[in-house]
């Protein structure tokens, strides 16, 4: 089973992948890839770094190139797959057998003080709340290789509210997997 993750920033995507792991999924991230490569070309990772490297992977190899990528780690094992933020990664992966994609909901303000909690270095944009929105909406109409959330949010197949606590989300979880199998 391959279960995919779509989400706006802060909504806990991370944290349900945290939960499916200990579930026996391994977990991949298509950020990780962006991350991987701006390593390897010695580049900070800030968030409009990020956002750049991962245009120019899917320009340069196609639009689906971070699932494909991620894909290939899961090996046929159950796995969950994090942060897909276009139409065509989410395309590419249900025509996969045995995928799902999950939407992780939340409001802004809960998000953006999980964002300050976590402190990533591509966080650092984010520290004001007015920023973090604007950010947010950069990321939610895009069109060819940049990120669009609108439409591959509207692509999942099941929505979690995660505004709640780690117990609430963990049982949602739990129902959803028993639906599942």
Not at 64 to 92: F, H, P
Not at 161 to 167: A, L
Request: glycine content about 4%; hydrophobic content about 40%; charged content about 30%.
């Amino acid at each position: 089973m391959i279960i995919g993750i779509t989400g706006l920033l802060g909504a806990g995507k991370d944290t349900v992948a945290e939960i499916l792991v200990k579930k026996n999924f391994a977990h991949f991230s298509l950020s990780n890839e962006v991350r991987y490569e701006l390593k390897k070309a010695k580049i900070p990772e800030t968030i409009d770094n990020l956002v750049a490297m991962g245009i120019k992977i899917k320009n340069q190899f196609g639009f689906a190139e971070l699932a494909k990528r991620a894909l290939k780690k899961c090996q046929g094992k159950n796995c969950v797959l994090t942060s897909i933020r276009t139409t065509d990664e989410v395309k590419y992966l249900q025509n996969k057998k045995n995928f799902i994609l999950l939407n992780i909901s939340c409001p802004a303000k809960i998000r953006h003080k999980r964002i300050l909690k976590r402190n990533r270095p591509s966080d650092q944009a984010f520290k004001i709340f007015h920023k973090f929105i604007e950010k947010e909406r950069e990321q939610f109409f895009g069109t060819g290789a940049k990120l669009n959330l609108q439409a591959t949010i509207k692509m999942s197949d099941l929505t979690i509210d995660n505004s709640h606590d780690i117990k609430e989300l963990k049982r949602k979880i739990d129902e959803i997997i028993q639906k599942l199998y």
